[in-house]
Nanobody, 121 residues
Framework: QVQLVESGGGLVQPGGSLRLSCAAS????????MGWYRQAPGKQRVLVAT???????HYAESVEGRFTISRDNGKNTVYLQMNSLKPEDTAVYYC???????????????WGQGTQVTVSS
């Protein structure tokens, strides 16, 4: 019903920057909560950043001040600008799209395929 296409991952040196994008398409009839999660090797998937329909943003403490999440509602696209990247940011990054009902209640989470971000010299 909803498809998420991610792009922007790659290899970058410590201190560098990357910009991830995620375009949602399909049966979308409202502005949905969206976000980014990441999973490092041998670790659980964790939240990186979220953005609400009203534009409220939340960041994991580990990325606060370095990452910025934004969205283009007309394009159903969410972005993650990552600056001052560190080796510990290395992970597969997953785009999240939360399907909600008319009252904002949770229905289902859609996930992108994941894009690899590697921070290394």
């Amino acid at each position: 019903q909803v498809q998420l296409v991610e792009s922007g991952g790659g290899l970058v040196q410590p201190g560098g920057s990357l910009r991830l994008s995620c375009a949602a398409s399909g049966s979308i009839f409202r502005i949905n909560p969206m976000g980014w999660y990441r999973q490092a090797p041998g670790k659980q998937r964790v939240l990186v950043a979220t953005i609400s329909p009203g534009g409220s943003r939340h960041y994991a403490e580990s990325v606060e001040g370095r990452f910025t999440i934004s969205r283009d509602n007309g394009k159903n696209t969410v972005y993650l600008q990552m600056n001052s990247l560190k080796p510990e940011d290395t992970a597969v990054y997953y785009c999240n799209f939360r399907d909600v009902g008319d009252g904002g209640e949770y229905i289902y989470d859609y996930w992108g395929q994941g894009t690899q971000v590697t921070v290394s010299s």
